[in-house]
């Protein structure tokens, strides 16, 4: 990931903040200075929380886990859709849900119900229901994927979220700190970022500033899945010649076996006749043609 220039930031208008009579005095530390009655955020501060930010979502990233993205302000719908599509995570663009994160369970019953008038409508049955019982069927479907169908792969609850405006989005960080879950936040100067596990100090109103910070977010997350994925092949590969090892080893112990079975062999029965017992009856000692015990005497 390129680490993002001081440049870049300005130009971007990163370091607008609001009016003076509108801050929360908490922003205080990121603020640089004031001008016309508005604040200016220390753009310092604002790499050095952003690259703080970007660590933690190449971290979780790298672990498989996922960071849910929550903007549903005009201005940053569309770059979160965007950029939240392009590395796979979920996100909410359009009204927040109450409850998604604490009530996830109904959340998920939402979604299967989703599911099941797409399923609905894909039957031949749904043909023959009359004309007014379609458009209900399928106005619900269409409200419902609205607000629900960017979440319809969230089977468990992500492992952090990421929100621009935090004032706006006020529910969704009740409810993340409710879960403990770490949150990633543009922190304006009208906020409390002592709500915010990383927070960015930066403008969340212009969609230039809000398109930089989300981008330098997500190149982390993009980086931290590559390297997921170089080490499961190295992981892989590392198994294959470990079984690969001990299916050499299995066959030079059965050749070790068959060896000694040889040898066992060869000893027993003995090489040029050595060892080899003597199965011919013995003679008598005392005189020949008569039986085995010849102790008897003999008779004429």
């Known amino acids: 990931m390129s680490a993002v220039t001081f440049d ?6 990163v370091h607008f903040g609001h009016l003076r009579r509108k801050w929360n005095p908490k922003m205080s530390p990121y603020i640089y200075s004031e001008k016309n009655g508005i604040h200016i955020i220390n753009l310092h501060q604002t790499i050095e929380k952003l690259d703080e930010a970007c660590a933690a979502a190449k971290q979780i990233a790298r672990s498989g886990k996922l ?5 549903t302000k ?8 965007e950029q939240a599509k392009r590395v796979g995570m979920p996100y909410v663009s359009e009204r927040w849900p109450g409850g998604m994160l604490t009530n996830f369970a ?9 599911t099941g008038i ?6 031949k049955q749904f043909e023959a229901l009359s004309k007014r019982e379609r458009l209900q ?3 619900e479907k269409d409200k419902l994927e609205k607000n629900l169908g960017s979440i319809a792969d969230l089977q468990r609850l992500p492992s952090a979220v990421f929100i621009v405006d935090i004032n706006k989005e006020h529910i969704a960080v009740d409810e993340a700190r409710r879960l403990n879950l770490p949150i990633i936040a543009i922190t304006d100067t009208n906020t409390n970022p002592e709500l915010i596990s990383f927070p960015i100090p930066g403008n969340d109103d212009a969609s230039k500033s809000i398109e930089v910070i989300v981008g ?3 190149e982390s997350i993009e980086e931290g899945l590559r390297e997921r994925k170089v080490e499961k092949e190295s992981h892989k ?13 299995i066959d030079e112990e059965g050749e070790d076996v068959e060896v000694t079975d040889m040898e066992k062999r060869k000893k027993n029965t003995g090489d040029g006749g050595e060892g080899r017992r003597d199965r011919r009856p013995r003679r008598n000692s005392q005189g020949g043609g008569g039986k085995s015990g010849g102790n008897k005497p003999f008779r004429k």
Do not use: Y
């Open 8 to 13: 870049e930031l300005l130009n971007a208008g």
């Open 67 to 71: 960071i849910l993205f929550i903007a």
């Open 74 to 81: 005009k201005q940053a719908r569309a770059i979160i859709a």
């Open 106 to 114: 109904t959340i998920r019953k939402a979604v299967k119900k989703m």
């Open 118 to 123: 797409e399923q609905l409508m894909n039957d």
């Open 137 to 139: 069927i399928q106005r």
């Open 216 to 218: 330098k977010i997500t």
């Open 237 to 249: 590969d590392d198994e294959d010649i470990e079984n690969a090892k001990s299916e050499v080893d």
